[in-house]
């Protein structure tokens, strides 16, 4: 499953794909934003610690 940026896939972890920089999102309606350091806009659903 890739996740791409815009995108509201809820709270989470999310990696990228490109480089592996991790994304969080706090909020249902936050979404995807390009990657801060490779500006990629394709992310994978990481394990989250602080989620479970
Ligand atoms: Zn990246």
Redesign the pocket.
Known sequence: MVYRCGEKPGKGRYI??????DLYLDDEMDAIL???????CYFQKGFDMRYT
Do not use: L, Y
Not at 16 to 21: D, F, L, S
């Open positions: 990228c794909i490109n480089c592996g920089e390009p990657c801060e350091k490779c500006n990629s």
